[in-house]
């Protein structure tokens, strides 16, 4: 795709463009320096990867239409923070946040950080190549291995994309969503209700740590678990994943996105090597059906080891069977 050839389309008579052009197009405007990233971001991908991002276009342009400059200011803010805990990070080796209560009190409690953040994290699923994949591998490898009618437990939805996808699939059954955040579910609520699928997905606030409030047997185990972007932010990730893994059925499938060596202003648990991602997996008792490794862009995976960029690890495992 070259990006010198998508132009806004100022009037509203004319026939619209496309979503991935109106929302690079969008970022365009707002920051015309960002053109070069975008443009390597977006050449010479394969043909599979673009029809990901069609769709994630799609959803992300009927997101971020409500307020287009909020949104493409919130993904420059995010760059720039990002950027900004990247020359922390290769200067001290450690992310600038070590514990839950200092990201707490300076990202999660502050509503004008926190706006801008989470509509950066959204442009980023279709802007970042890394992520890009990540979506891609659990719309072509994790939803299409699930059972017919099998029932999905996400633990952080954030922007909504992953039980968006999952409530399109009309092979899911009954789909949940956890989190802490009582202002991480409403805005999750209102992404869901925004993409036509609000009442596909029960939302939930609680510690998958914590057992089931409900009497025991009164609700059977899911089948599925999505846990991305999620175990950087806690300190103790291991005891996150077995309590999310006790929620689930014998042979029941995880979807895990962990990224490494990823500073962000909201992470605080440092992943070195993808080997460090799959340890864990194993350390909680699971079995690893796949595990993949996707370089930040302008890196191959080799590069980023050796320079300690960001990757993005998808692994997809599995809870023992039952004796």
């Known amino acids: 795709m070259s990006l010198h050839s998508v132009q806004a389309n100022p009037d509203p008579a004319r026939e619209p463009a496309g979503p991935m052009a109106e929302l690079i197009a969008l970022q365009l405007r707002t920051w ?11 050449q010479g991908r394969d043909p599979q990867l673009q029809a990901t991002r069609e769709r994630l276009a799609e959803l992300i342009w009927r997101l971020a239409r409500t307020d287009p400059a909020a949104y493409a200011a919130g993904y420059r803010w995010t760059c720039e923070a990002v950027h900004e805990e990247t020359f922390h990070f290769l200067r001290s080796g450690s992310y600038r946040r070590q514990t839950f209560a200092s990201a707490r009190q300076e990202v999660y409690d502050n509503p004008r950080i926190m706006g801008q953040y989470m509509r950066g994290v959204l442009f980023s699923q279709l802007f970042w190549p890394n992520h890009s994949r990540v979506m891609d591998s659990y719309i072509r490898e994790f939803l299409p291995q699930q059972p017919e009618g099998h029932s999905l437990l996400e633990i952080g939805p954030g922007h909504g994309l992953f039980c968006a996808l999952a409530a ?16 991480s579910l409403a805005q999750t609520r209102q992404h869901l209700a925004r993409l036509g699928c609000p009442g596909r997905v029960r939302l939930v606030r609680r510690d998958a740590c914590k057992p089931d409030r409900e009497r025991p047997g ?3 185990p899911f089948q599925g678990l999505v846990l991305s972007e999620v175990l950087e932010h806690v300190e103790d990730p291991l005891a996150l994943l077995r309590g999310a893994a006790s929620h689930l059925a014998p042979g029941a499938r995880l979807f895990l996105g962990v990224p490494v060596n990823a500073p962000a ?18 350390a909680a008792g699971l079995e690893l059906e ?33 004796p």
């Open 218 to 220: 009164t609700r059977p």
């Open 168 to 183: 399109q699939d009309p092979r899911t059954g009954a789909i949940e969503a956890w989190d802490v955040s009582r202002t």
């Open 265 to 282: 202003p909201d992470h605080i648990y440092l992943f070195r090597t993808p080997e460090e991602v799959q340890d864990l997996v194993r």
């Open 290 to 322: 796949s595990c993949r490794a996707f370089p930040a862009a302008g890196y191959t995976e080799a590069q980023a080891r050796q320079k300690r960029g960001a990757i993005s690890c998808v692994i997809i495992a599995r809870t023992g069977e039952a």
């Open 32 to 42: 015309p320096e960002h053109g070069k990233f975008l443009e390597a971001s977006f």
